[in-house]
């Protein structure tokens, strides 16, 4: 029995719908990510869940039973805020141990678990002071504090990293995965950061505007995405997408572009007879698998211009120009080609997707 | 010349604001010399600002009408009062029926703000809807109110008044209240909600707090409201009733005489409960208490 | 290569943080450079001064070789976009970007003309009829920089101006911005506290701490030769794995020895013996399944799976080491071999903090 079930949730304010059918199953113990840009309903839908709003259709089930009549305490859920929404008239402390204040806790154990949190999350010498005097980083984790003091059936967070510098983001990426392990809670973790949501999730939700647009493991999203907004939105740098058509020649289906030609795999070119594309396609790779080389070969025939080249340490991004397209494709560091004006570049066919123009959707 | 311009811009500013002080506060100054001036000075012209002759009679008939008649029998030369009701039976009936109406204005008012804040009760524009009810003036439904308490048996009683005064502020409650609300996220609320209350009880003990400043303020604005209201407490009363809006008007009447001094010392006196109750509140009218605990 | 912008001993003093003390610098003219550092380090507080907005306390700014400190903002030549993009928002996109050009008399005609090509190189030109309250934040950081842009300042002063973006926008216009930028030639001087950007768009990055300026370079140079331990910390993601380690030996002639590896390193370095540290970057970290010659045997205990890697937390004494890993590698759990890159590991002087270089590195017997 899965830990939580949401079911064609629809959810409308005024003229907008935030939700439009909206369901998925979250298991027990899993870190669940829902993935998304701004404005793409994330927190809406954590607020319906919670109980805060009420979806205008839909059903949620938490260990099986219905949850939808009942009132947010009722349904042993914890929310962390997008806006923190820290009580300003209690202590630092106070605010960290509100859920435990109204479940019959004693003020002892209540020291102590606000303790470990606290330790864990570096607030210890915040707790006597008001949320008014917290600096930004300070206010979110003690809001992160309060929720997971008492986590409930279902630990929710509302893009608890985004006020953070980058190094505390990466120290407390790392704590909440421990968290999640070891006390195999069962965690929704809503952001805007694909590297977030890779690093962290069991399985993601990506959502926009209100549409779930894929569901699937952090593999799945990232080796099959489903649609282009997927394949754009998850890998950084994105995948490349480049328009091409189809066309045939000596039985072999080739994929042709502006300034390339590539061959497909035999696996494409059947689901491509059985469907053909009404619209072209494009021809989607990600960036790791472009082949680069110095000069034309079977491997890299396609002429491409280097247009500039970021060095990020570990890696360098070529951003190429072929054709009129721009290709990202990632190098080693050392790799001498950053220096040079002009290189080549290859498609190998079993890393390409194809995806079909006329309903952006990836050919599987 | 630049600082001959300047300086006489300064000049003229604090001219304007002399001039605009002189004139709010004239009607308190007339009214307060008037109290204290003999009944001969009362309508002289050119007017006395302040009597060379001040005396206690004005206030000695507002508070003790037999008193002052016996006093009035002892001088020579002034009048005799016939002043029926003393202005204590005024200022407590003001008093019982103001404070009842204010207090239950801001709590119906206060929770239907809750509700239109909250849980988008009545659509987009209800609160609005509430306050175009007082948009017409209030001579235009006296009539019927007239009929309609006398069917209710509500003319000239306590309770009469309290509702008619309830019904008649509430828009301004809801309305100012209401903007209070809006200022404090409802996310407060939710993790209240979340973390173990009611959502009721999330309100009153989150939210309300907060805005307790903003509440006292519309709780001065309906009293004040409340104290100065003249037409219903006329229309709907028929003499058992007085408010200290009705015992001004009773100084200058046909049965009494124009007595505009005791009508000064009346109309003096009946600012202070206003007064206290304002600097009373002005502690709590103190903003800034949400800063920080939460993320614009 | 001329000088656009130079500070000399520029300082600020503030109780709090945010304070500036000696830094001293030089953009060249049509470099991108990045002011790196964490909150409070003093990044904002230099570029208010160089736009104006802050008077220095002592030093002095140097745009196009003359002296500006006493020039107030306007007369700087410079453009300013902040974190809060400050889009007028009762007017539409058209009138906010020819804003600028109005102020400075451009005729109506050739207002439209710019404000078109612009519109057309920031894919605005589907906004431009918008009044700018009814844009969202990306639409509008967009509009914000158009604005500045289409007064052709040679210096461009950018505060984070991306930080309210979400992660898929910014990467998007972080490609956007450094077209534009080599396009039409203008200085940049960009300030932002994330290691990543910096290091993607800037041809060199200057990193700031406390206040003061703690090394420049470009992004190849300030990742694989940081001269600090601070340095390397801050820059690289994953970050980089710092471990106890100690140093034998005297005269400039030492041994590294790294617990659970034995002596890893020999060479000439200015460290004196004792417990130091050692850093080594998560792809500097080399993984076998097998146990193999100078390797140690570890648990992979976290994996983040990024789709193109894998970032394994590895069991090392009672902390964890970030490896870098091919996708499938490991699982968590599972028992591996590893060792490090030695010749790209940084040694850091445990009392000063620094990166130590040490000459002839050879592997000890």
């Known amino acids: 029995m899965k830990k939580l079930v949401v079911n064609g949730l629809r959810k409308r304010f005024g003229a907008v719908t935030a939700l439009d059918d909206v369901s998925f199953g979250v298991e027990a113990g899993q870190l669940f990510c829902v993935l998304g840009p701004t404005n793409a309903g994330k927190s809406t839908l954590l607020k319906i869940i919670a109980g805060l709003y009420r979806a205008d259709k839909g059903e949620i089930d938490i260990d099986g039973e219905a949850v939808n009549y009942l009132l947010p305490h009722e349904r042993q ?51 006597s002071r008001r949320p008014a005097t917290f600096s930004g980083g300070e206010q979110q984790r003690v809001a992160i504090g309060r929720a997971l003091v008492h986590p409930g059936r279902v630990l929710m967070l509302d893009e608890p990293l985004t006020n ?183 498609f190998p066919s079993q890393a390409l997707h194809i995806l079909d123009q006329s309903t952006d959707r990836f050919v599987r | 010349m630049a600082l001959r311009i300047s300086t006489l811009g300064l000049w003229l500013r604090r001219l304007a604001v002399i001039a605009a002080m002189i004139i709010a506060l004239f009607p308190i100054f007339w009214l307060v010399s008037t109290s204290f001036k003999p009944s001969d000075q009362w309508q002289q012209w050119p007017p006395v600002w302040v009597s060379a002759r001040p005396t206690l009679q004005n206030y000695r008939i507002v508070f003790a009408p037999q008193a002052a008649h016996a006093f009035a029998a002892k001088q020579q030369g002034s009048i005799d009062y016939k002043v029926s009701g003393s202005a204590w039976k005024a200022f407590r009936d003001s008093t019982i029926i103001s404070v009842c109406a204010t207090f239950f204005s801001i709590v119906f008012g206060t929770l239907a703000a ?129 408010t200290v809006t009705l015992q001004v008007a009773n100084y200058v009447s046909a049965s009494s005489g124009k007595l505009y001094g005791v009508q000064a010392a009346m109309g003096a006196i009946s600012t202070i409960p206003v007064v206290i109750f304002g600097y009373l509140i002005q502690r709590h009218l103190v903003r800034g208490l949400t800063f920080g605990a939460i993320k614009r | 290569m001329d000088s656009k912008l130079e500070l000399r001993g520029l300082t600020k003093r503030f109780d709090a943080v945010g304070a500036v003390s000696g830094l001293s610098l030089t ?6 450079l990045s002011l790196l550092g964490p909150s409070g380090c003093g990044k904002s507080t230099t570029l208010a001064m160089i736009a104006g907005l802050l008077r220095a306390d002592d030093g002095d700014i140097l745009i196009d070789n003359r002296v500006v400190s006493d020039l107030p903002t306007q007369q700087r030549g410079v453009g300013l976009v902040f974190q809060d993009y400050a889009v007028f928002t009762s007017l539409s996109v058209e ?219 590895l069991e090392y004494l009672d902390e964890l080491i970030r490896a870098t890993s091919v996708p499938g590698f490991a699982e968590v759990g599972a028992h591996i071999y590893m060792r490090f890159d030695i010749a790209r590991a940084h040694l850091i002087d445990a009392g000063t903090d620094r990166v130590v270089r040490i000459d002839g590195l050879v592997k000890p017997e």
């Open chain 1, 164 to 346: 953070l510098d980058a190094r505390l983001r990466i120290e407390l990426r790392i704590a909440f995965k421990k968290l999640h392990i070891e006390r195999n809670q069962t965690i929704i973790y809503v952001t805007h950061d694909q590297v977030e949501a890779m690093s962290l999730s069991d399985k993601i939700a990506i959502l926009k505007d209100g549409r779930l647009y894929q569901l699937g493991t952090p593999d799945e999203v990232y080796h099959r995405p489903a649609n282009r907004f997927v394949a754009e939105f998850i890998g950084s740098p994105p995948m490349n997408l480049v328009r091409a058509e189809l066309s045939e020649k000596d039985s072999i289906l080739y994929a042709v572009g502006n300034g390339f030609t590539v061959p497909i795999s035999s696996r494409h070119t059947a689901l491509l007879s059985a469907s053909p594309p009404q619209n072209g396609v494009a021809v989607g790779i990600r960036p790791e698998n472009v082949e680069v080389g110095g000069s034309e070969s079977p491997r890299s025939p396609i002429a491409a211009k280097v247009m500039w080249v970021e060095s990020l340490g570990s890696k360098s991004i070529l951003s190429l120009e072929v054709g009129n397209a721009l290709v990202k494709a990632v190098v080693k560091p050392t790799d001498p080609i950053q220096k040079e004006h002009r290189a080549w570049i290859g």
């Open chain 1, 77 to 127: 859920v914890s929310l962390l805020f997008q806006n923190m929404a820290l009580f300003p008239t209690l202590t630092g402390f106070d605010n960290v141990a509100f859920p435990l204040r109204t479940g019959g806790v004693t003020e002892s154990e209540i020291a102590d678990k606000v303790g470990v949190i606290a330790r864990l999350l570096k607030i210890e010498h915040i707790l």
């Open chain 2, 114 to 242: 809750y509700s239109i804040v909250r849980y988008r009760t009545g659509g987009e524009n209800y609160a609005f809807q509430f306050l175009m009810v007082r948009m017409f003036p209030p001579i235009a439904v006296v009539v019927p109110m007239l009929v309609l308490f006398s069917l209710l048996h509500l003319i000239d009683t306590y309770l009469g008044l309290i509702l008619a005064y309830t019904a008649f502020t509430l828009p301004f409650s809801i309305w100012m209240i209401r903007s209070f609300i809006e200022d404090i996220p409802e996310e407060l609320e939710g993790a209240a909600m979340i973390y173990g209350m009611r959502p009721l009880q999330a309100f009153l003990r989150v939210t309300l707090p907060l805005i307790r400043g903003g509440v006292l303020a519309t709780a001065l604005f309906v009293f004040i409201l409340n104290w100065s209201e003249f037409l219903f407490a006329l229309t709907l009363t028929t003499g058992n009733i007085v």
């Open chain 3, 27 to 32: 953009a060249r003219d049509g470099e991108f």
């Open chain 3, 95 to 313: 009138a906010n970007l020819a804003f600028g050009l109005e102020a400075k008399g451009v005729r109506r005609a050739e207002r439209k003309r710019r404000v078109k090509e612009l519109a057309e190189q920031l894919d605005l030109t589907s906004l431009l009829k918008r009044r700018g309250a009814t844009l969202n934040m990306s639409e509008m950081q967009r509009v914000a920089l158009a604005r500045v842009l289409i007064v052709e300042p040679s210096l461009l002063l950018l505060d984070e101006p991306m930080s309210n973006l979400d992660a898929s926008v910014r990467a998007n216009l972080r490609g956007e911005l450094r077209q534009m930028q080599r396009a039409h030639g203008q200085t940049v001087f960009y300030v932002t506290h994330d290691q990543g950007e910096a290091l993607s768009m800037s041809d060199r990055i200057a990193v700031m701490r406390g206040g003061k300026l703690l090394q420049i370079g470009t992004p190849e140079e300030i990742y694989q030769q940081p001269i600090s331990r601070f340095v390397a910390e801050f820059i690289g993601d994953p970050p980089i794995n710092i471990i106890a380690c100690d140093v034998l030996g005297n005269d400039g002639s030492i041994i590294v020895n790294v617990p659970k590896l034995g002596n890893v390193a020999a060479g000439r370095g200015a460290i004196s013996a004792g417990r130091h540290l050692l850093g080594i970057r998560p792809h500097n970290v080399i993984l076998e399944r097998v146990s193999a010659p100078d390797t140690m045997q570890t648990t992979v205990r976290f994996v983040e799976n990024f789709g193109a890697e894998h970032v394994l937390h």
